[in-house]
């Protein structure tokens, strides 16, 4: 029978270095640090768009950056590739969000998902229908879905600056409409943002699904091989003339919720490859092929205990909010200011269209469609949440940032429009923050009932 290990002692300065890694993991999955890290990034891009050395922000953006083997090459400015290619992962990671939430969250009862989903559909129609009502003219209709959208990562780690005096139900109400909003961005993207189809391109991105469902089918369980398959369903779209960053949406709905099927289960094949490693070991000299073998058993347990919707996302979260999202506000953020008006003066309305289309559109589209939802029994309200909570979900909701961003990118060719959808967005994200932590202050914080004394 083996014996327990004697523990041994770890050097100080180890010890240190792995209590300060523990503490940095911890806070990079605080939601409200993702939300401040995004707003600096935006901060950063909007002083430097309007500082002496405004040249070097546009210059830096058009720089080209070419990928190449032997005499082929691709050259694209360094936005397409944020834009283009890095934000297909963080749609990658919505599209395994919207999964999970379909698998077993609040998306997979449609008696639960019904209410986040009536708030969603007038949380989008109402912010639509504001926009065109201010910004009327004909070169600024493109732009209608530029406040539809909320920003899920910024909206959430607001929330989260109020504290657990939130009800709980308050954060799956708000993620839950967040990621509706998602899936109609999506589909607004797909339907009204892609124009001149070329369908050849629909078979090439056809040609990397049936692989990608292949793959799946055969048990392969590392992520790595997925590349090569999404990356042709990625220039599959871009060929077809679709936003590319659509493959991502894609590739995250086809990500497996269950683990690979396999005769025993993980937890199983760990404590068998555990108890062989002990058993194997009394020798004190391990015999390298069997500790090989058992290790192999270990790694294919410890991948597997995850679903890989699960697995991968949580290998994504951080990479995409501290890296690709921050990457997006510094290179889109950064409005001109100091630009002249159009002629026309059509500027000045697409950023009052875009800023109460957040502002106001998103609380009043949310609590008029939920209020009639309950009024004629289509849904109620989740324990814990009154119509105070639905308030603080509809002004949070107007936190549009990287995805309306995104849609303003789309939806405008002409610089001077551009910018003022951008400057919009920038506003009305903004205020619709400060108007949810004040409304969340008082409501929930500042009422929250003291302990008694003892």
């Known amino acids: 029978m083996n014996q327990p290990r004697p523990c041994r002692e770890i050097p100080r300065a180890q010890r240190i270095a792995q209590k300060t890694f523990s503490a940095i993991e911890r806070f990079l999955h605080i939601e409200a640090v993702s939300g401040i890290a995004l707003l600096v990034a935006a901060l950063v891009a909007l002083i430097w768009a309007n500082s002496p050395a405004a040249d070097t922000y546009d210059a830096l953006w058009h720089t080209p ?28 990671v919505v599209g395994m969000e919207i999964r999970r939430e379909m698998h077993d969250g609040a998306l997979s009862d449609l008696r639960q998902a019904a209410l986040p989903m009536v708030a969603a559909l007038g949380g989008v129609a109402a912010p639509a229908l504001i926009y065109l009502a201010v910004a009327g003219t004909p070169e600024l209709h493109h732009g209608w879905a530029i406040p539809t959208a909320t920003d899920i990562a910024f909206a959430v780690g607001v929330l989260a600056l109020l504290g657990r005096s939130i009800p709980s139900n308050v954060r799956i109400l ?15 993207i797909a339907i009204f943002y892609t124009e001149g189809l070329n369908y050849a391109g629909f078979l090439v991105a056809g040609i990397g699904i049936v ?28 060929t077809s003339g679709a936003h590319p960053t659509l493959a991502g949406v894609v590739l995250g709905l086809m990500t497996p919720v269950v683990s690979i099927p396999s005769r025993e289960s993980p937890l199983d094949v760990l404590a068998r490859a555990v108890r062989e490693l002990f058993d194997g070991d009394d020798a004190g000299k391990p015999e390298p092929s069997r500790v090989g073998a ?53 500027t000045s309305l697409a950023i009052l269209g875009v800023t109460l ?9 949310v609590m008029l469609a939920s209020t009639a939802a309950v ?23 107007g936190i549009g940032f990287t995805m309306a961003i995104f849609i303003a990118m789309l939806a405008f060719a002409d610089p001077a429009h551009l910018d003022a ?26 009422r929250k009932p003291r302990s008694a004394p003892c």
């Open 294 to 346: 058992r290790l192999r058993d270990i790694r294919f347990a410890q991948r597997e205990l995850l679903p890989p919707v699960v697995r991968v996302q949580g290998t994504l979260h951080p990479w995409v909010a501290y890296g690709v999202m921050p990457l997006f506000a510094l290179a889109n953020a950064g409005v001109h200011l100091r630009g002249g008006t159009a002629a026309d003066g059509t």
């Open 421 to 446: 959808a951008k400057a919009g967005v920038l506003l009305g994200s903004t205020v619709a923050a400060l108007l949810g932590v004040v409304w969340g202050l008082l409501r929930f914080v500042a």
């Open 357 to 365: 289309g957040l502002v106001l559109g998103k609380p009043l589209g």
């Open 211 to 238: 692989l990608t469902v292949f793959l799946q089918r055969i048990g392969v369980g590392s992520a790595l091989p997925y590349v090569v398959p999404g990356a042709i369903v990625w220039i599959g779209l871009l």
């Open 174 to 188: 708000l993620l839950a409409l967040a990621i509706i909003d998602d899936i109609v961005a999506v589909l607004i």
């Open 65 to 92: 950056l070419s990928f190449g083997i032997g005499q082929w090459s691709w050259s694209r400015p360094l936005h397409f590739w944020i834009n283009d290619v890095l934000m297909t992962v963080f749609f990658l």
């Open 375 to 397: 009024r004629l029994g289509w849904c109620r309200l989740p324990p814990g949440v009154g119509w105070d909570g639905m308030l603080l979900v509809g002004l949070l909701a």
